[in-house]
């Protein structure tokens, strides 16, 4: 069976969280690593906590020969990862095996749903990275979350839409296929991802 080549990386991956998912929405690259996937936003759904299970496409092909894996359930892959206190939602990125992972980093997009208008609005945020103890496992907390601001363009009208709104911060994580990356936010704070992709290396020109 074959898995997506390197190629595939640039297309669109899908993301489910408890079944239900929004359509993927597209973020332009805007640093030096190449956008491997489209961020996606997700429909939060009912009851416990909920998963956001990420399937992004990635670069390695399966011979024949290869052996099978048995697959581990989300609830395995969780089991040493606490709960979501009250008041937040654990979002959880699997990602699959890459035949580079270190030309890759996952790129953390925090944002929250609100009307505006003509104007961009946009807000800062922090997140920091925790250990779980006894076993050494990084997860992430988003920490704060600031008062959304925009520009002060005169609009047209004064219609307002309902849009994703993303923060200013966008942390490049570690790409790692044996851990599922785990992250805590507030109730009112939805999370993105994309993976990006590091480009050749080129010669720096020297000059006297």
């Excluded at 399966?62 to 008041?87: H, I, K, N, Y």
């Excluded at 009307?115 to 922090?126: E, G, Y």
């Amino acid at each position: 069976m074959n898995r997506p080549s390197e190629s595939d990386l640039r297309r669109r991956g899908k993301v489910r969280r408890d079944r239900s998912a929004m359509p993927l929405a597209r973020e332009d690259a805007a640093m030096g690593f190449h956008s491997a996937s489209n961020s996606s936003n997700v429909r939060p759904a009912g009851g416990g906590h909920r998963l956001l299970l990420a399937l992004a496409l990635v670069g390695s092909t399966l011979t024949a020969a290869s052996p099978v894996v048995a697959q581990r359930t989300p609830q395995q892959e969780l089991a040493a990862f606490p709960r979501a206190p009250a008041g937040q939602t654990r979002w959880v990125i699997f990602l699959p095996h890459a035949a580079d992972e270190n030309a890759l980093k996952v790129g953390v997009i925090i944002g929250r749903s609100m009307l505006v208008d003509c104007n961009r609005a946009m807000f800062s945020s922090r997140m920091e990275a925790r250990t779980v103890k006894g076993w050494g496992y990084d997860y992430h907390v988003v920490t704060s979350v600031g008062q959304p601001a925009s520009t002060l363009m005169a609009c047209p009208n004064t219609a307002k839409t309902r849009q994703f709104v993303r923060s200013s911060d966008e942390p490049l994580l570690r790409y790692n296929s044996r851990l599922p990356l785990v992250i805590f936010a507030p109730n009112d704070v939805q999370v993105r991802y994309r993976i990006w992709k590091a480009g050749p290396e080129v010669m720096a020109r020297s000059q006297n």
